[in-house]
């Protein structure tokens, strides 16, 4: 199966820069996955799409502002933002760097994507903030071109923590994290983040904080949409996904066979395995809001032989057509980039036919895509 089977031409201005005033007011495409049949409805239709029984399992997850701008040992420390061209343009031993996982069981070292990449080698010192707030070295070179970065404790101590001290150590290092650190937009939005993305690239849900981009399809939800569920009897589950590396991640290779995903943390609660193995015993819908949701739900399933149990680790599935779906029946899904993992996922649930001509619909009607823009449901 070739990568270059999933295309599409998507104009620019389609590419949604800014989110909507109103949640709940972007465009819905309702996909038939049995006839392909489309239908285009607004999100706030979405709870009467529903069955009543259906279980809708979100992902709770919490972007935090993972984008760190600072520089090279050696130059002098001056104030930093995105705004100055000098850093912008990485000039002069600026740096950007991008957090992309937490390392276990060393809670001080990160995986990370850095630019420029080709310049920052094992051993190099990076210094973070206006005032050198964070301080960290490179210590590894991983297989897909990320850095690893180990943050100094004392920066932020004078020393470094005891075990008895090392959750006040955490607090502290996060809280640096909020202060200095900026929201990590997509690089199809072609603008610096605002105090604005700070609320609005999150969904009002969110708890677990851990993820570098927004699991964007619950982004539409309001308390009130939510609400509306519950009015309908439609029971909710959370599981936790934390996006990173594995989510979007581009694809290099020409086959699709032969791409590697990165993997990412999840969890999933007793309370929420109880609640699907309950779902599917009784022949009720599982309904995945977002693509993380169902690779955490398809990948605890492939590890439980068919069931989904409590637990936590490292999900790596790759999701393309000619799988065989365990748990998911219906997805509530934003728009992916072409040739990406998200759009295989969805063709494999939904149909490859089915969801390309879907997506070339999306873009006739001048749907708005990705992160900020509209959503589709497919069952």
Known sequence: MLVSDFHYELPQELIAQQPLADRAASRLLHLSKASGVIEDLRFR??????????????????VFPARLYGRRAGLKSQPLSPNN?????????????????QLQ?????????????RK??????????????????????????????????TALCGQPPSAGEARQHSDAFFATIEAIGHIPLPPYIAREDSSNDRDRYQTVYARERGSVAAPTAGLH????????????NIETAEVTLHVGLGTFQPVHVEKVEDHKLHSEPFSISPEVADKISRARQENRRVVAVGTTAVRTLEYAAQQGSGEVRAGSGEASLFIYPG????????LLTNFHLPESTLLMLVCAL??????????RHAVAERYRFYSYGDCMFAE
Request: aromatic share 10%; charged share 30%.
């Open 45 to 62: 239709d979405f709870p009467s799409l529903l069955r009543r029984g259906d279980l809708v399992v979100f992902n709770n997850s919490r």
């Open 350 to 359: 939904a149909g490859k036919e089915n969801v390309m001509n879907a997506y």
């Open 120 to 153: 920052i080698g094992v051993g190099e010192r990076l210094f973070f903030g206006e005032h050198d707030e964070l301080q960290a070295e490179v210590i590894a070179r991983g297989e897909f071109g990320e850095r690893q970065i180990r943050f100094d404790p």
């Open 85 to 101: 061209p000098a850093s912008r343009d990485f000039l002069r031993g600026r740096v950007e760097v991008l957090l992309t996982k």
């Open 105 to 117: 069981p060393h809670p001080n070292d990160w995986e990370c994507l850095v630019r420029p990449g």
């Open 221 to 232: 939800f309001t308390p009130e949409i939510l609400a509306k569920l519950g009015e309908r």
């Open 323 to 330: 799988y065989k779906f365990r748990i998911v029946e219906a």
